[in-house]
């Protein structure tokens, strides 16, 4: 059920088709992730001629898969890792309807257990939608949150908790590390890992390090201002064929011209049109897209001396990625016991974040491990701080250690995905990040390291954020845009609001 209180932004008014224009506007979109398709569905859809280059050879960036064949000779399709579809990803469940309206292709995970150092388990199964109802029957089960830790929290210094909003909780608290900021609330030591483990490691960072004000948000879309929950879907399939082709032909379907295996080098003004990008050939375009990685974004600047203001090429110099971070996956010879859930987090068992056991809910899998039966198992570490071999030694034996089952199992295949591609949400740089709109006005940026005043994160953020950029370039030719959902903008609870207003005065 949807959050009765999520938030509709509606989009600019204008024509139904660029048709409808005397010319019709072209625009190219650089990059095949989720902000790139985004962008691209977004605009196709109101008539406008798109070619979207992607220089990987695959669509859905940090969410694609490629072909591998296993030590054993069997096919399989490989990752950087296992994503959660929450379902306050109102934006990128949107995008995905277009090919799948009832989102059959996701199955849900009725859990999401947390595991720490100490063997306590959390989970979120058969909480109270509402908050803060879910707040407390949370605690009341909780072997780590107990209701004496609830009493002694300091509940003024932990306002920012229930009374988000951008940018006001990122102008108060973006300097401020999220550790430290869980420290000054007294907020437990032993319940941290909830904290660290759910939302802090989602962005691949030390906590000492993240802004406070990401981890308020991460409280408030995922917890205290949203009634979606921690509960999300999977999809049922390896990604490229579960998402990102059936998008690609429904994308071919509309005009989209897509050029995979395609870097993009210099954008020059001039030409036919308002640029020249040079993608696999030279496209005259009246616009552009950005939908890249951080480094990809970089790299078109640099070749792009033209493009932008020096202040402005300076923000997006400075924009930094997370540590790297380890994805192992491994074909086991002998199954995983049958009570394991598909999913674990962990906390306090460092390298490891998180371990899933991919036959369970992915078809693929399901179908090596029924026939081999083995198991196939998927390990991360976020932000590492040793080697990839070292981490990768130590996250076997956390799985030894957490599942002692698999330490008499075979080996059959293993893949690793090692890399330091994330965008760092560091202190003090919301202000400074750049936005989707550019000095260049027919130049847009979209990705889930933009910046975007709406409460949004992770993949929603990067389906947002090309939304925003389609909008925008669709507002200047006066096409109507595609609205926007989010959960609620501020806190759901007013009676917080004006406690803080009054110890503001």
Known sequence: MTDSKKVTHAASQGYSDAGQLADVPHVVVVGGGIAGLSAATALAERGVKVHLVERESYLGGRVGG????????????????FHAFFRQY?????LLRRTDPDLAR??????YPLIDGDGR????????DTPPLNAFAFVKRSPTFRWKDLTDLNGIAAL???TVSVPKTFDELDTTPAAEFLRNINFPEAARHLAFGVFSRSFFADPEK????????????????SSEGLIFDVPRDAYPQALWNPLGEYLTGLGVEIRTSTPCGEITRGGLRKFRVDAGGIIDADAVVLATDVAGLQRVLEQSPELGTSSWRKQVAALQNTPPFLVHRVWLSKPVNADRPAFI????MPPIDNISVLERFEDEAAQWAARTGGSVVELHAYAAEESEEVTRAQLMDRMYEIYPETAAAEVIAERSEWRDDCPMF????????????????ALVLAGDGIRIDLPVALMERAATTGLQAANTLLSSWGIAGHDIETVPTSGRFKMFDAIEKLMNR
Do not use: C, Q
């Open 106 to 111: 996701l199955r849900p995970v009725d859990d």
């Open 345 to 348: 987090g962990t906390g306090g």
């Open 90 to 94: 109102y934006n990128l469940r949107n």
């Open 160 to 162: 920012p908790l229930m």
């Open 210 to 225: 993240m802004s406070a004000a990401e981890l308020a948000m991460m409280f408030h879309i995922y917890f205290l201002g």
């Open 121 to 128: 388990i959390d989970g979120f199964k058969g909480l109270p």
């Open 426 to 441: 560091g202190l003090g740089a919301f202000a400074e990040r750049p936005t989707v709109r550019t000095p260049e006005p």
């Open 66 to 81: 490629w072909d591998t064949t296993l030590e054993d000779g069997s096919p399989a399709t490989m990752s950087r890792g």
